[in-house]
């Protein structure tokens, strides 16, 4: 049994956010002829705000890590993990560090 199954065991309420950097670009107009300027890329984005057939396109650098953990009596600690856009993200070690984060806060 993980951290993460005891805490939520106990009636803490655990939610776990992965950003993303993707490589694709977001369209800033509604206009039907686009400029170069008008691309923006998509960074820190969540995970789940993606559809699933475009996370091929997420980029292995970079990202951050969000973990919430709330309570039994209402209270909320936040940790997070950065991962530099020059490292490979890597979902475990940013979850265990932002998990600790958290925990530090109880």
Do not use: W
């Not at 005891?6 to 670009?25: A, M, P, Q, S």
């Not at 206009?31 to 292995?60: F, G, M, N, W």
Request: charged fraction near 25%; glycine fraction near 6%.
């Amino acid at each position: 049994m993980t951290i993460l199954d005891k805490l939520r065991k106990d009636g803490f309420r655990i939610r776990v956010t992965h950003y993303r950097n993707y490589e694709l670009f977001q369209v800033l107009t509604e206009d039907s002829l686009v400029t170069i300027d008008q691309l923006v890329p998509l960074s820190d984005v969540p995970r789940y705000s993606i559809p699933k057939e475009y996370h091929k396109h997420a980029s292995s650098k970079g990202g951050r890590t969000t973990v919430e953990i709330t309570t039994p009596d209402g209270r909320e600690f936040i940790g997070t993990a950065i991962c530099s856009n020059k490292e490979n993200f890597n979902k475990k070690l940013s979850l265990k560090i932002a998990l600790g984060r958290a925990l530090s806060y109880l």
